[in-house]
């Protein structure tokens, strides 16, 4: 199997993160209407800290890009009272035992705890049913089960029990964030302090983790500084205390965060540093018992390389990914709804009376636990398909379109639904939008493949599906998903012949290169789109006979600053072959600067199209109409690449150059062979596109 961010999760797309989630339900038996007002201001809790991952899958997948949207993480809990009357059974039993009986009085705090237990488990038993049907019968049960849970969670809250304050505390930090996130986060910042100051560690730790989830969520410069300011500290508090498992998770996190602010070398060095600190830990026993975490290690080393621009080193670390998801994903630890329990090394005294459910909790080794929850084992599969179609996508020609055929396999398992999760309402309808924003990335990476080996009816139709499903997405970094959705319209429009169309799409607001220092800061792959469009304008501009041909100059001049030091050596590549190639008239000693920078800057990437592209116009351009071994040399050479990239349109092309060549050299019979293999060819391209290479032909002679 191969590859697919979530952690943005992580996205976000984001695509890969994880969240720390529990619930405590809260009841009222019975509730009078004074109560049920009351009950609508106590929130069941259900609390989580999440991490997203980069939102563009080249730049991480994981990163982010796309993240799995946090829900509750649902206790073993006995099963929901079939009848409406179970409970005031129950208390009628519990009177009629207690009289005259010798045995210990009943702990009613448990009692209600168990039953606000009992009755959120029936409400987030609907909580797909509910978010898919959206019937008002099914809300109003969903509802009231949930309302009758909270009741008697605020019952026991009376008491002051430690955990429901700060669960409670930790809910609502993340209803205010809803609304006010400043607001929230300084008041989160208020609750760290007190709580650290009774030296509470293990709701220290959960307190900071939700500080590092909702400040990654806000996606500011100084808000990722906050957000990587707390995972140090909680390292830091882990590492004197020996909580191995929470130092590893702090430094997955932290290469996470580099990853997703992936804007220079620094980052991705960053983020190497946090995953050998994380490695470095890796034989511990804990950790043995946490294949998620193991998974993750491998899904954002992966996306170092990616980012790194090294297809090479790129491989290894999927074959490395390979290895180790069948383990990790048959563990018995790891759980259907994709929660896992983080053990702290020392017990707190403070925690004695913690459950068996929550963000901190019990495990059945009597271990302080922080849960969290990250993606399913289906979800996990389908985000490795997605990276490992990523990883070989551009050998897809020529490698029996392996990468396709993992993109497909992530499209359906995308579409399917397998996972039956206990949870709420808002938490399966955040799940279905991750899973759709997931499915939307297949489909865009699978439409690029196709456009690369020129299979434009189907790149078409790939297309029209990814607009159907992303009309739906309301969550995440949608305005660079519709910039992915518009640029991938204009280069099926230009590769069909379509110049008018294609111009007006690259020549959008959304995709125009801004110089100004004051527009608003764009992300590296927005930009990255920015330089592409301008790059196809220029290649359509540049012929005479476009009425805005006058505007050439201008854009390849404000297109060039942001190409020499790029760290993309697909687009330094790209630039110098455009460059090349729009002034014919240029001085061959230039041309030749060109193009060879264009080729350096192609073979570092294994670029086999623009290799094969830049090889087919130096054939043309030095060796036209030359008779000798270098010339025909150069012709094979140039129709083999176009060949192995698998674009029709340049296995014509350099068809038709070689023909040429062998019939300089007197080799007619080869020559013509040539020549109506590249007629054949042709004639398999889109009608637009023949009428266009037949004019570009005429000019040409």
């Known amino acids: ?27 009222v038996i019975g509730p009078s209407p004074s109560q049920v007002y009351r009950q609508q201001n106590y929130v069941a809790y259900h609390a989580q800290s999440q991490i997203h991952t980069p939102a563009n899958l080249h730049q991480q997948p994981l990163q982010q890009q796309y993240q799995p949207s946090p829900y509750e993480i649902p206790s073993a809990l006995p099963p929901f009272p079939r009848s409406d009357t179970y409970v005031g059974q129950q208390s009628d039993h519990v009177r009629r035992k207690s009289v005259g009986s010798t045995e210990p009085p009943l702990d009613y705090q448990l009692l209600l705890l168990s039953l606000a237990e009992e009755y959120f488990n029936a409400a987030h038993g609907q909580g797909s049913l509910v978010a898919l049907a959206q019937r008002g019968i099914e809300s109003e049960r969903y509802f009231k089960l949930v309302a009758t849970g909270l009741g008697c969670l605020e019952t026991v809250l009376k008491h002051r029990l430690l955990d429901l304050k700060y669960s409670m505390q930790h809910l609502l930090v993340r209803v205010l964030y809803r609304t006010k996130p400043k607001a929230s986060l300084k008041s989160l910042d208020g609750i760290i302090k007190n709580v650290e100051a009774y030296q509470h560690i293990a709701w220290a730790y959960s307190f900071r983790f939700l500080r590092v989830s909702l400040s990654l969520d806000l996606s500011s410069h100084q808000d990722t500084i906050a957000a990587l300011h707390n995972l140090r500290k909680i390292s830091s508090v882990a590492n004197s205390r020996g909580d191995v498992a929470i130092m590893t998770t702090a430094a997955v996190m932290e290469a996470m965060t580099h990853v997703r602010s992936s804007n220079s070398a620094d980052s991705l060095q960053h983020a190497q540093s946090a995953l050998a600190a994380a490695r470095s830990y890796q034989l511990d026993d804990t950790l043995k018992q946490l294949p998620q975490l193991t998974a993750m290690i491998h899904f954002v080393d992966l996306f170092c390389s990616l980012l790194d621009f090294n297809p090479t080193q790129a491989m290894t670390k999927m074959q490395a990914m390979h290895s180790v998801m069948n383990p990790a994903t048959s563990d018995t630890q790891w759980k259907d709804d994709g929660s896992f329990a983080i053990p702290l090394t020392q017990p707190e005294d403070v925690q004695k009376d913690l459950g068996r459910g929550g963000i901190v909790a019990k495990d059945d080794e009597g271990r302080d636990v922080l849960w969290f929850r990250w993606v399913s084992r289906y979800e996990v599969y389908a985000l490795a398909y997605l990276l490992s179609g990523t990883t070989i996508s551009h050998r897809n020609a020529w490698g029996g379109q392996k990468a396709e055929k993992y993109f497909r396999e992530g499209l359906r398992m995308t579409q399917e639904d397998r996972d039956t999760i206990s949870e709420s309402v808002s938490s399966a309808v955040a799940r279905v939008q991750w899973r759709q924003t997931l499915h939307c990335y297949m489909q865009l990476h699978l439409c690029f493949a196709l456009c690369a080996r020129s299979d434009w009816e189907s790149a078409s139709a790939s297309l029209i599906a990814l607009k159907d499903v992303a009309s739906s997405i309301t969550v995440g970094d949608t305005d660079l998903l519709q910039s992915l959705i518009l640029y991938i319209s204009g280069v099926i429009h230009q590769s069909t012949g379509d110049l008018i169309d294609a111009l007006s799409v690259f020549q959008s607001p959304s ?19 920015s330089i592409l469009a301008t790059l196809n304008t220029i290649l359509i501009l540049r012929e005479p006979s476009q009425p805005r041909h006058a505007e050439l100059d201008d854009l390849l001049s404000k297109v060039e600053p942001a190409c020499h030091t790029h760290p993309d050596k697909n687009i330094v590549s790209a630039y110098y072959l455009v460059k090349a190639t729009a002034h014919l008239n240029d001085p061959i000693i230039r041309t030749k600067q060109y193009l060879q920078h264009a080729l350096q800057a192609a073979k570092v990437v294994c670029n086999t199209q623009l290799t094969g592209i830049t090889l087919n116009f130096m054939s043309w351009k030095f060796f036209r109409g030359v008779v000798g071994d270098q010339a025909e040399n150069s012709a094979r050479a140039s129709q083999k690449l176009a060949k192995k990239s698998g674009d029709n349109l340049w296995i014509s092309v350099a068809d038709g150059l070689l023909a040429d060549t062998l019939e300089m050299q007197g080799k007619h019979e080869e020559a013509e062979a040539a020549a109506e293999e590249a007629m054949r060819i042709a004639e398999g391209l889109p009608e637009g596109l023949q009428r266009f290479a037949e004019g570009a032909e005429k000019n040409c002679q």
Request: aromatic share 10%; hydrophobic share 25%.
């Open 1 to 27: 199997m191969t590859y697919q961010q979530d952690p943005s999760h992580t996205a976000d797309q984001r695509t890969y993160g994880y969240s720390a989630a529990a619930y405590y339900p809260q009841v």
């Open 511 to 529: 995709l125009a290169l801004s110089q100004s220092k004051t527009a608003p800061k764009r992300n590296q792959t927005h930009h990255d789109l």
